[in-house]
Nanobody, 120 residues
Framework: QVQLVESGGGLVQAGGSLRLSCAAS????????MGWYRQGPGKQRELVAG???????NYADSVKGRFTISRDNAKNTVYLQMNSLTLEDTAVYYCNAVITDRISIQMNYWGKGTLVTVSS
């Protein structure tokens, strides 16, 4: 059973920073793409940033230059460094991972989410 557990959310003032972490546990062959999504109040879930196993990254236009995604493959962990936070960044942030299991089946996993609240 694969689990993704996020941490690092909380309350921060506008202009501040937070760092989210997501650790994958369980039995599997490899974690392929990892990413962060978010869902703000009254909004649909959207991709924030993604990173491949080899380290290629992509970002939503709204966070480019402010957020940085990284991963530690030895620790099965992905990070999201968020700087210059604005009120519009308030959302529940979800970790996502595409994982290949021991019989070469790829599956998509989600964490339960961590709340980021940016205050004025």
């Amino acid at each position: 059973q694969v689990q993704l557990v996020e941490s690092g959310g909380g309350l921060v003032q506008a202009g501040g920073s937070l760092r989210l972490s997501c650790a994958a546990s369980g039995v599997f062959f490899r974690i392929n793409t990892m990413g962060w999504y978010r869902q703000g109040p009254g909004k649909q879930r959207e991709l924030v940033a993604g990173i491949t196993f080899g380290g290629i990254t992509n970002y939503a236009d709204s966070v480019k230059g402010r957020f940085t995604i990284s991963r530690d493959n030895a620790k099965n962990t992905v990070y999201l460094q968020m700087n210059s936070l604005t009120l519009e960044d308030t959302a529940v942030y979800y970790c996502n991972a595409v994982i290949t299991d021991r019989i070469s089946i790829q599956m998509n996993y989600w964490g339960k989410g961590t709340l980021v609240t940016v205050s004025s």
